[in-house]
């Protein structure tokens, strides 16, 4: 059961990265998108590549929009908050109890 244990622990901090960085991509996106980007920038096109794809299924599964203010991005933030406090916290838990 250790190795289980330190597996599900090893998942849970790969996860917990992933979805801080993620949660980074996301809010540099945003901020991007308060201001007139050149959309032939590297940077600017891999925040896009990278965030618009789940930001369009966001949108289209719930149009949230308030004068013209996309509110998307706060939606995916949030599921991601959820997702490292239930998901990464319950791997943790798991993996302790297993050791």
């Not at 059961?1 to 945003?30: C, E, K, P």
Request: charged share 10%; hydrophobic share 55%.
């Amino acid at each position: 059961m250790y190795v289980i244990g330190n597996f599900l622990l090893a998942v849970a901090s790969v996860l917990s990265w992933a979805l801080s960085i993620y949660w980074w991509i996301i809010i540099g996106r945003a901020i991007i998108s308060w201001v007139n980007p050149d959309p032939h920038n590297p940077i600017v096109r891999f925040l896009y590549n990278a965030t618009e794809p789940l930001l369009y299924r966001v949108r289209r599964a719930l149009p949230i929009t308030a004068g013209g203010i996309d509110f998307s991005p706060l939606v995916i933030l949030g599921a991601i908050m959820f997702l490292q406090i239930f998901l990464v916290g319950s791997l943790e838990h798991a993996a302790r109890n297993l050791q």
